[in-house]
């Protein structure tokens, strides 16, 4: 049984012969209640200042708990953002690379073709001057035939490098 001031206050005792001064007994008693009834109330407002510390010092786990959480997320995202930039930067360069073999490929390509071009335009050249100094020598074996007394004329190309 837990003993409160008030039980204190009301304890009576038998009266004996020859006991103890019941003035003084009650004065003490009195003390004694008042006492209890300080260290009772001290012992209340020390558990009510521990709930608070505990309940304070809860509140800053919980602060602390968040800050690191939010610390760990601010990383984590910090990482992620570092991941996509270099995911990013290396797809650019890939793509670059891509892009540039893309373009030496079709200038490689349209050189081949600009050779080939000049190669059949050079090949023509060639068969269309064969072909016009035959047909100029079968005219002018043609005109000679005709008139063979005539002396030969000359040809521009004579001319000109009899000129030079």
Do not use: C
Not at 35 to 64: C, P
């Amino acid at each position: 049984m837990s003993l409160t001031p008030l039980d204190l206050k009301k304890q009576e005792f038998d009266k004996v012969f020859r006991g103890y001064d019941p003035v003084a007994v009650d004065a003490f008693l009195e003390l004694a209640a008042e006492e209890m009834g300080n260290l009772v109330a001290r012992v209340h407002a020390l558990e009510e200042r521990l709930k608070s510390a505990g309940e304070t010092l809860e509140d800053y786990r919980r602060m602390e708990k968040a800050l690191k959480d939010t610390m760990l997320s601010a990383q984590r995202v910090a990482e992620e953002s570092k991941e996509t930039a270099q995911k990013d930067a290396d797809l650019i360069r890939r793509e670059a690379h891509v892009e540039a073999e893309q373009v030496v490929a079709k200038a490689e390509s349209r050189r081949v073709f600009l050779e080939r071009r000049i190669e059949d335009l050079e090949s023509r050249e060639r068969s269309f001057i064969r072909k016009m100094k035959a047909f100029l020598d079968e005219h002018r074996r043609a005109l000679e035939e005709h008139d063979p007394g005539a002396p030969p004329e000359r040809s521009e190309e004579a001319d000109g490098a009899g000129r030079e």
